[in-house]
């Protein structure tokens, strides 16, 4: 038998990098889905905004300039006054955006905090794991938007309404940080715990020393799927608190006045959603710099 030859890399020959692969590709998601914003516009606007297969009509209002603004009017939003005061829209977006974060960013500790002391506690005992699961899985099935009114009023009885938001966040954020970690504390090699088990060590030990280093690369999913909730939380805990503040208010103002002016609703739904990109992308670089030997083993 003669072994197969593998073709050698000539030695001048540079490899695509890994790391742009990444950037590149979401570069081409953006472009392609401007392309197709404005070609559905341009669709509904060339057929009178309908559209007829097989019989079947299709009303394209919906792609009109009053309903869908081009992605021009929506950029030059953000430097037109935001209200009668003169402020661009951008600074008071940006204004915004810090006080909805800074809420979220409450929320985020306070859920991640509550979701691992859960986790643990479930790692370490089976009863009370069977006992409050199906409690700690209900509390998510509840819709937010009938919690949040109550959170608010009693958060406003108590003298704290602005505490509303981090609790309403909080309550977002536990679950699925006590689901990914429990996993992972769980998920141990037997072999390695049935050795630090020959050798007495404490379940602190066995704790500190294999399951949360076991567990890592789970908590930090979890805390990346949190950190885009703890926006939306904070998000929708400022519609019933009245907190002027945030970027909740400013998505109720603009949808008030969406018939007269969309572009300013839209840019405030981006301005939205660039702020849960930057929370998950700052825990997606604690995550590189923490587990490095998952970021090694993912290029």
Do not use: C
């Not at 608010?152 to 990914?180: K, Q």
Request: net charge positive.
């Amino acid at each position: 038998m003669t072994a197969s030859r593998v073709p050698s890399v000539p030695p001048n020959t540079k490899l695509p990098d890994s790391r742009w692969r990444t950037p590149l590709l979401s570069v081409v998601i953006v472009l392609g889905l401007a392309l197709l914003w404005e070609a559905l516009k341009a669709f509904g606007a060339s057929n009178g905004y309908a559209l007829t297969l097989g019989g079947l009509t299709i009303d394209l209002t919906l792609f009109n300039d009053a309903q869908l603004p081009h992605l021009s009017d929506i950029a030059r939003a953000f430097g037109e006054p935001a209200q009668r005061n003169g402020e661009p829209l951008y600074q008071m977006l940006f204004s915004a955006g810090l006080y909805t974060l800074s809420a979220a960013i409450k929320g985020f500790v306070i859920g991640g905090a509550i979701g691992f002391v859960l986790a643990v506690i479930f790692t370490h005992s089976s009863v009370l794991q069977r006992g409050m699961m199906p409690y700690v899985v209900a509390s998510q099935t509840v819709p937010i938007l009938a919690i949040a009114p109550m959170v608010v009023i009693w958060m406003g009885r108590a003298g704290n309404v602005e505490l509303s938001v981090p609790i309403i966040t909080a309550y977002l954020t536990f679950f699925p940080v006590t689901i990914y970690t429990l996993r992972g504390l769980t998920n141990v090699p037997p072999t390695a715990l049935e050795l630090m088990q020959t050798y007495a060590a404490s379940k602190w030990a066995i704790l500190i020393k294999l399951r949360l280093p076991n567990a890592l690369p789970q908590i930090f999913t979890a805390l990346k799927l949190a950190a885009t909730s703890s926006v939306v939380g904070a998000i929708i805990g400022e519609l019933p608190s009245g907190i002027q503040d945030g970027i909740g208010i400013a998505l109720l103002n603009f949808a008030r006045y969406y018939n007269q002016s969309p572009p300013r609703l839209f840019a405030t739904i981006f301005a939205a959603g660039l702020l849960g990109i930057l929370f998950f992308s700052v825990i997606a670089v604690i995550e590189r710099l923490v587990v490095r030997w998952r970021a090694e083993e993912s290029l």
